[in-house]
């Protein structure tokens, strides 16, 4: 089984290894997203893989079509927390 507490605290870790703050983000799911960076796209639009990008005060799901739409989210997809 595993335990939530010990999966949070291994997420915060590498949340703060990347540089960044957890408690800078409304929830520890957004922080751990935000902060994933992809070496092969410096272009987060670019990457399949980055599934939420921070827009200034805004948090998005972009839209792969080869462009930069991206539609703006206002709950965290995995634990529902307001943004």
């Known amino acids: 089984m595993d335990?939530?507490?010990c999966s949070d605290w291994g997420t915060r870790q590498q949340i703060i290894r990347l540089g960044?703050?957890?408690?800078?983000?409304p929830c520890l799911c957004i922080a751990y997203e935000v902060t994933k960076k992809c070496d092969q796209h410096p272009d987060?639009?670019?990457c399949p893989n980055l599934i939420i990008i921070k827009l200034d005060?805004?948090?998005v799901m972009p839209i792969h079509d080869g462009g930069s739409a991206y539609k703006v989210i206002h709950y965290c997809p995995f634990c529902g927390t307001d943004l």
Not at 20 to 25: G, Q, R
Request: hydrophobic share 15%; glycine share 0%.
């Open 3 to 5: 335990c939530k507490e």
């Open 20 to 25: 960044h703050k957890p408690e800078n983000f």
């Open 44 to 46: 987060p639009f670019d």
């Open 57 to 59: 005060d805004e948090y």
